[in-house]
């Protein structure tokens, strides 16, 4: 068995959970945050496979952003203009399980 620990954004989130659940699949939710947009994220924690689901449900699209100084006080005007970053997907990290214990 392996744990899975799926770090989504929170907009891909319920469709990835719904999935989950009409599959039978379990897993615990935790609310986390993103260290570069500071934005709210999702972390599932699920024990199974399912790589192929959360890539279907956590896609990868581009929005635009502003780096946070406001115009009259930026060194360069260019540097409050609005950037393109990448924004969901998912990062996901596969554990090995010794034991599983339902207490």
């Known amino acids: 068995m392996k744990l899975i620990v799926a770090i989504v954004q929170d907009t891909d989130a319920p469709g990835l959970t719904k999935a989950l659940m009409e599959r039978g699949l379990q897993s615990t939710k935790l609310a986390s945050t993103g260290g570069f947009l500071r934005e709210g994220n999702t972390t599932l924690l699920i024990g199974l496979e399912v790589l192929d689901l959360i ?46 214990f339902k207490v």
Not at 57 to 66: D, F, G, I, Y
Not at 82 to 95: D, K, T
């Open 55 to 100: 890539r279907e449900k956590c896609r990868t699209r581009t929005r635009l952003v502003t780096r946070g100084l406001p115009l009259s006080e930026a060194p360069d005007p260019f540097l409050a203009q609005p950037v393109e970053v990448q924004v969901g997907g998912a990062v996901v990290f596969v554990l090995p399980v010794e034991g599983f």
